[in-house]
C-alpha cells in the first residue's frame, strides 16, 4: 500500500512538469527541473514529491518566490488515487492500466484548468495505450464499442451546445470510453454530467462564474471517469438488483 502511494506520488511530481510545459511548447524532458522563477535548478532534495513542498513552506529555497499550490495538489492527489487503486485491484494489469489512465487525467485536468484545452498529444497516447491494453485483455470490441459510444454521444452534445461543449471534450469522451469500455461508458458521461452541474450552479450562485464564463468540462469527464473506475461495477449492479429484479 505505501508503494502505492509513493509511486503515485513520483508519477504526480512528473505530471506537474507535464502540466506546466506542455502546453507552453516545451520540452518535457529539457532542461532538467529548475524554478519557474529565479530558473535555479532545483537539487535532489528540492524535489522530493509533497515532502519538499511541506518542508519549503510552499516557496523557493533560492529566491523564496511561492510555488503554485498546484504542484502539491497534484502529487497527493495522484499519490491518493493509486492508493485507492491498489486496494481496490491489488498490483496486477488492471493497477497498471488505470494508473496510466488516471495520470492522463489529471495531466487533462489541470491543464484544462488553467488554459481551457484538452491536449491533444495527451489524448493520442492514451488511445495509443488504451488500445494495447485493449488488445492484452482480448476485450478489444468491448473497448472499442465504448469508445465509439463515448464519441457519439459527446459528438451529439457538442452539435447541440452550438459551442457550449468544446471538441476537446469529445475527443476526451473517446479516450475514456476507449479505458472503461462500452458497459460503463453512458455511467461514466451522466456522472460528469451530473458533477458538473452541482459544481457549476455553486460557482454561479457564489458568484465566482457568471452563466456567461467558459467552464472547463475536462475535469468534470475525469471525475465521472475516475468514479467509475472505482465504483461503476457496484453501481450497475445495485441499479439491476433494485430496478431490473
Known amino acids: ?35 519557474p522563477f529565479c530558473k ?18 510552499g516557496r523557493c529555497r533560492n529566491c523564496k518566490a511561492k510555488i503554485p499550490e498546484r504542484y502539491f495538489l497534484i502529487e497527493i492527489i495522484n499519490a491518493l488515487l493509486f492508493l485507492i487503486l491498489f486496494n481496490k485491484f491489488g498490483f496486477n494489469i488492471y493497477f497498471l492500466k488505470y494508473a496510466l489512465f488516471i495520470s492522463l487525467l489529471v495531466i487533462v485536468s489541470f491543464i484544462d484548468l488553467e488554459h481551457y484545452i484538452i491536449s491533444n498529444e495527451v489524448v493520442f497516447f492514451g488511445v495509443i495505450a488504451g488500445i494495447l491494453f485493449a488488445f492484452l485483455e482480448k476485450n478489444f470490441m468491448a473497448y472499442f464499442l465504448g469508445a465509439i459510444l463515448g464519441l457519439f454521444v459527446m459528438t451529439l452534445i457538442y452539435l447541440f451546445s452550438r459551442g457550449g461543449m468544446g471538441a476537446g471534450d469529445v475527443k476526451l469522451a473517446f479516450l475514456i ?48 471517469a475516475v468514479f467509475t473506475i472505482f465504483y461503476g461495477e457496484e453501481i450497475l449492479n445495485y441499479y439491476i438488483n433494485t430496478f431490473l429484479m
Open 177 to 224: 470510453g476507449l479505458f472503461v469500455g462500452k458497459k460503463l461508458i453512458l455511467l461514466s458521461l451522466l456522472i460528469s454530467f451530473v458533477v458538473g452541474a452541482f459544481i457549476g450552479i455553486l460557482l454561479i450562485l457564489s458568484k465566482i462564474k457568471n452563466r456567461k464564463d467558459p467552464i472547463p468540462f475536462g475535469p468534470y469527464l475525469s471525475i465521472g
Open 40 to 57: 535555479k535548478r532545483l537539487r535532489f532534495y528540492e524535489l522530493i514529491p509533497i515532502l519538499s513542498f511541506l518542508f519549503q513552506k
Open 1 to 35: 500500500m505505501l508503494f502505492s502511494f509513493i509511486l503515485g506520488a513520483i508519477i504526480g511530481s512528473f505530471i506537474n512538469v507535464v502540466v506546466y510545459r506542455l502546453p507552453r511548447n516545451m520540452s518535457i524532458i529539457y532542461p532538467s527541473s529548475h524554478c
